[in-house]
């Protein structure tokens, strides 16, 4: 199978990428408390834009400060924010890469709150399951100002020059608790049936080409099939296949561009990222959040002692026991049978062939990649010279993911690197160049 293929441009309506290789978001937390950007935010994206992807997709940008994740993400939500992602769209066009925003709105699935709002928005008033974290009902006015936030944001990043816009409709933040049977039991025009549940996805879409007209790239990034049963077999299914295909169907009648395909309903999910708990690293960092939910602290309980944390950690792996590059490929091609956009697929992809074959065979047109990028920020220079795999590939530990909760995101596992001292340098070489520098 020749590699080929991953280096043909990939032509969507208004926008060419250079090759079928994206960096997938990946959000640290590299910036100021208020959501504005830093030189470090800079310093992350480019380690990927020099590796050689065709496109960025940015690390969620909250639309709104009640909608973030974790403090310290850079925001898309006031004009005030534009200077910060121009820079980093110039510094990242300089690589012959493209930087497309993505929009975000965390709803009930915060890992931290912060210190603005003590209660996400969401679909529904019911706790989120795993952390036990609160959260209000969204009414329709809080629901029709943000949808006009998402445009806002989407301005904005048109302003600052950004080649497009991905909405952030997957992974159990606010549209998948919309859009999910499983989580939202409204009894109004956005809950009930599908065509209810997708309106504020459809909304978005709407208000987005209203306010930067068809020629902006804008794609969607969705959970083809929520896996709500995935950890627990006693928790609700959620969204089958068959309703995101037709959700995609709409979604591309209202003007969506591409289709970015995820799984799972909540952040983490035992399908995204796929591969391990590395309950030492959990243990560590999970107190960070005990005063969060109501289930935190019973959480930390599970995590640090034997044998609930081993029964834990098995029931976790188990989905991806069989297959984490390219766990999504299966989902992706019936999305991508369904619609006449380019489809690009996430999940586990850091072997050449493995994509080359993917998108030979029609299952995407291109890939979308996290951590194996973080473990090889030039992943496609070495496919590009003719290596299939680079030679300490990502190990799907997912200690990348748990660390960055309270420490800097890079690669943690130490197996990876000659020496502990190695591990920490590679981490730390985000902060270079420092946000001052002498003259
Ligand atoms: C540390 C970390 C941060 C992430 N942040 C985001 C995010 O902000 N938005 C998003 O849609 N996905 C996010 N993801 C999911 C990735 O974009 C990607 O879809 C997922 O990790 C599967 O791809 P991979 O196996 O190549 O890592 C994140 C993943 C990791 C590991
Ligand atoms: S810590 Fe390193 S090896 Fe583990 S998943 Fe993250 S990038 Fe991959």
Known sequence: MSASVIFEPLQFRNLTVKNRVFRSSLAGRFNNYDGTGTQ???????????????AIISSNAPVHPRGLIVPNYAHIDRDETVPFWRELVQRVHEHDCKYIVQLA???????????????????????????????????????????????????????????????HGCNGYLITQFLSAAINDRKDEYGGSLEN??????????????????????????????????????????????????VCKWLEEEGVDAFHVSSGNSFPHPRN??????????????????????????????FRFWPLNAIFRWLWRRPSRDRIEGINLRDCRAVKDAVSV??????????????AAAIERGDCDGVTIGRPLIANNDLVLLWQSGADRPPRPCTYSNKCLINQ?????????????????????????????PQFRSP
């Open 40 to 54: 470090i935010h800079i310093n992350w994206d480019l380690k990927f834009a020099r590796g050689g992807v065709g």
């Open 342 to 355: 380019p489809v690009l697929c996430t999940g586990g992809f850091q072997t050449a062939s493995v994509v």
């Open 197 to 246: 549940r997708a309106r504020f996805a459809l909304e978005t879409v709407r208000a987005i080409r209203a306010e930067v007209g068809r020629d902006f790239h804008l794609q969607f990034k969705i959970s083809a099939v929520d896996y709500g049963n995935d950890l627990f077999f006693w928790w609700s299914k959620g969204t089958t296949l068959e309703e995101s295909i037709q």
């Open 273 to 302: 990222p796929a591969g391990d708990f590395p309950l030492d690293d959990v243990v560590r960092g999970y107190d960070t959040m005990i005063s969060s939910g109501s289930h935190t602290f019973r959480n930390y309980l599970i």
């Open 405 to 433: 909760i309270e420490n800097p995101l890079g690669c943690y596992e130490q197996s990876r690197f000659d020496s502990h001292e190695e591990m920490i340098e590679q981490v730390l070489s985000v902060y270079d160049p």
């Open 105 to 167: 709105f965390s709803g009930r699935q915060r890992d931290l709150g912060g210190i603005q709002f003590e209660k996400g928005w969401s679909s529904t008033d019911k706790q989120e399951p795993i952390h036990g974290l609160e959260c209000e009902r969204m009414t329709i006015p809080q629901i029709k100002d943000l949808v006009q936030r998402f445009a806002q944001g989407a301005r904005r990043a048109r302003e600052a020059g950004a080649d497009g816009v991905e909405i």
